[in-house]
């Protein structure tokens, strides 16, 4: 369990620094003639790597049931998303192809860190017991968060520096390359703690016993067939059929928000680099503390009504941020808001380890990515076209209608009956 967990510390430094707060306010603010032109660009990086992720997951999943390749999988995708996040701070604004170049190889990246989280959830029904699933879940989320936040505060500290104050590495500053470094800090950071996890966890046995044969291409043939199978009667499992659909909607909402929380920070609060790092950390902390508490939460009140008052939370503090005019108000309501993050991400997979029927759960879990990613462009695209035509402020309202339309979804999801169905289906 502990290198299973020390994964979510080693991945979030990806998330909380290259997608979520440094290198997408730095990109934002520097690879366009303003703010809001950025944030269109990076809108459609986002979407890209969504409709990608959407794709590819269900039938990655399904090849690494049938052959028993968690593990490998794992691996290789962890490896890619390591390279082109080490790559992009190479990449100098203002240069020939500069945009193509960093939108490209962020897409590679965030695809690569995206498909492994398939393979690195599935791992959890299996390290984790009915009564415990919960709380793991939430331990994993919150050592995660913890890991962003140090790696947040060496970015800071070591790398961009505080006002007034130098960093502790001398690096140019020339073209930005102290911030893009950053990049650097998280593939090593990714690589050197995500180790355990790759080296040490074992997959359990093939879910089909006809796995062995064929080769590639036969198993990737298989995993067609078998997702077809699973496409048919996966209607016999309403209450996941129910959730995919709820958790469609309201993971759009976060990840917009997350995607989009440092430019907004930046665009209508006017915060520097420092401030949004700063920003970062607090949220982490509070997002952190969250997924810990939460976690005991669920195991005693179950996923779905811990997910319900997370979305309750994080409409209430959208809404506050949105409408906010001051930068303390919007401080506020972004801390309190991390109290809902990490729960409703956690208590979410907790809830599809749940509902997944035992030894498939890798494919299961490419459904679960699936429904995260499916639609996942709407939220960065509404965004970008209501900013580009109205604002930042504007564009951040497409935010709270995701958390509440998919929390009226999620009220049609019975847990107990979705955890008997899996039960029966063995």
């Known amino acids: ?29 520097t690879f366009a003639e303003d703010a809001d032109r950025g944030t269109v660009l990076w809108s459609r990086g986002v979407t890209t790597s969504s409709l990608i992720i959407a794709l590819v997951s269900p039938v990655l999943g399904a090849m690494a049931d049938r052959a028993g390749l968690r593990r490998r999988f794992l691996t290789a995708a962890t490896l890619i998303s390591v390279g082109a996040t080490a790559w992009l701070a190479f990449i100098v604004p203002g240069s020939v192809n500069a945009v193509l170049a960093a939108l490209t190889l962020f897409v590679v990246a965030n695809v690569g860190f995206e498909v492994g989280m398939v393979f690195y959830n599935a791992f959890l029904p299996q390290l ?16 995660g968060y913890a890991g962003g936040l140090l ?6 500290l070591g790398l961009v520096g505080l006002p007034d104050t130098q960093p502790w590495v ?11 470094a950053s990049n650097l800090l998280v593939a090593g950071w990714f690589l050197l703690f995500s180790l355990p996890m790759l080296l040490l966890v074992r997959d359990a046995a093939p879910a089909r016993n006809d796995a062995a044969g064929g080769g590639i291409a036969g198993t990737t043939r298989d995993a067609f067939r078998d997702l077809g199978r699973t496409l048919v009667r996966i209607r016999d499992f309403q209450d996941i059929v129910r959730f995919l659909i709820a958790r469609l909607v309201y993971n759009d909402g976060l990840i917009t928000m997350m995607a989009f929380g440092g430019v907004y920070a930046a665009g209508t609060f006017g915060m520097d680099t420092g401030e949004v790092i700063l920003f970062g950390i607090s949220l982490n902390v509070t997002a952190g503390l969250g997924a810990f508490l939460f976690g005991l939460v669920d195991d005693r ?28 108000v919007f401080w506020v309501a972004v801390l309190v808001s991390g109290l809902f993050i990490g729960p409703t991400q956690s208590a979410s997979r907790s809830l599809m380890g749940r509902f997944a029927p035992r030894r498939y759960e890798s494919e299961f879990f490419g459904f679960f990515a699936f429904s995260g990613k499916a639609t996942a462009f709407l939220g960065p695209l509404l965004l970008g076209l209501i900013t580009a035509g109205y604002g930042q402020r504007a564009g951040v309202s497409v935010v709270l209608g995701f958390f509440l339309v998919g929390g009226l979804l999620l009220l049609r999801v019975d847990e107990a009956r979705g955890i008997e169905r899996a039960g029966r289906s063995t």
């Open 170 to 180: 001398p690096l140019a500053t020339e073209g930005g390359f102290n911030v893009r």
């Open 1 to 29: 369990m502990a290198s299973w967990c020390l994964y979510d510390w080693a991945n979030s430094a990806f998330t909380t620094l290259v997608v979520t707060f440094i290198y997408a306010t730095y990109f934002t603010q």
């Open 128 to 143: 984790s017991t009915p009564a415990t699933i919960g709380r793991i879940s939430g331990i994993g989320w919150g050592i």
């Open 151 to 156: 790696s947040l505060v060496l970015a800071l």
């Open 301 to 328: 009140l179950g996923g779905r009504t811990t997910v319900l008052w997370s979305l309750i939370g994080l409409s209430l503090t959208t809404l506050v941020a949105i409408v906010a005019t001051s930068k303390a």
